[in-house]
């Protein structure tokens, strides 16, 4: 038998005003959700990384231009009033002026006209051009700090399909590598965490990460993280100095990409490739285990004898006695 709750135990939610919170959109909103990307990423189903803001377009200025995980182009437009036709003229000229792939209209609410305008351009184009309207809300409960919230009213017509369905497969993929990685034991492994993320942190000490992303396009990284490195200005300077090695690196690694600002404030990352995309990936997924296995234990064996190195720096020895 359930719990009797009170009427007067329970909390009350309640909207508050945008421009509470962000008086400017250019000084207040923008900036704030540059550095928040991640939080539309997730309600999209796409990994952002902004690249650049106010990135001229003629004599307009777009808020904010970034890219997916595969390189893609994405610009973002925002404003914290309903849509106008101003807004909507000025996203169409930053699609046609950055060929963008992915096109993102943001607002206090949108009107009809305007929602059916998008419904419309996501229908005439193809899959590789995608329009999406995200209300952008404000909620508190009782006297909680502000949650913003963001709702896709807005998509492709195939997107929510497509961003449920991947959901277990993700889930699938990334429990079925930890598995083969739980039969390498010279190779440590983080306990699992249940989550349907395209993603997985297998292992992080010190600000030193090993991990592989399968979003869309899969890869390999090693990364310089703040979430756990000394600083930020520690993760650039690590960074630049293994970079000093890269010819010899390459040589026994193969290609990479080389990442000094990596999620702009995250770090720096050094990463591999796969050849294959998740999407297309139907009978390989051993295949790609093994990949990842194979790169993990390749970058071990290339990255681990920085790490001393890394952590005894300067920058490292300074931030080790700020905090002590």
């Not at 983080?190 to 991990?211: E, M, Q, R, T």
Request: proline share 5%; hydrophobic share 35%.
């Amino acid at each position: 038998m359930g719990t009797e709750v009170s009427k007067e135990s329970l909390s009350k939610i309640r909207k508050v005003a945008l421009r509470k919170v962000w008086p400017q959109e250019a000084s207040d909103f923008t900036p704030w959700l540059e550095e928040h990307l991640g939080e539309l990423g997730e309600a999209l189903g796409i990994e952002l990384e902004a690249s650049e803001r106010e990135s001229r377009v003629g004599s307009r200025s777009l808020d904010i231009m970034a890219t997916d995980s595969n390189g893609r182009p994405v610009i973002i437009e925002n404003q914290l009033e309903r849509s106008d036709d101003d807004h909507l003229g000025r996203l169409l000229i930053y699609a046609a002026g950055k060929d963008a792939d992915f096109i993102i209209w943001i607002a206090r609410d949108f009107e009809d006209e305007h929602w059916q305008v998008l419904q419309w351009l996501n229908q005439r184009t193809g899959t590789d051009t995608q329009f999406f309207g995200v209300a952008i809300e404000v909620w508190r409960i009782d006297d909680s700090r502000p949650a913003p919230y963001f709702k896709v009213v807005v998509a492709p017509n195939d997107w929510r399909k497509r961003n449920v369905s991947r959901k277990p497969r993700y889930r699938e993929f990334r429990q079925r590598l930890e598995e083969k990685l739980k039969l390498e034991p010279d190779l440590p492994l983080l306990p699992g965490s249940n989550h349907n993320k395209p993603w997985l942190a297998i292992y992080h000490v010190d600000g030193l990460n090993y991990s592989i992303d399968f979003r869309d396009r899969i890869y390999f990284s090693f990364q310089l993280d703040t979430r756990g490195a000394p600083s930020l200005e520690w993760c650039r300077s690590s960074f630049d100095r293994i970079k000093e090695d890269r010819d010899g690196i390459e040589d026994k690694l193969g290609k990479l990409e080389w990442i000094r600002e990596w999620q702009r404030n995250r770090g720096s990352a050094i990463v591999s490739h796969h050849t294959e995309s998740f999407s297309d990936l139907t009978y390989t997924w051993p295949e790609v285990h093994q990949w990842a296995i194979n790169r993990y234990r390749l970058f071990r064996e290339v990255f681990e004898p920085y790490r001393e190195e890394l952590l005894s720096s300067p920058l490292s020895r300074a931030a080790q006695e700020q905090d002590d």
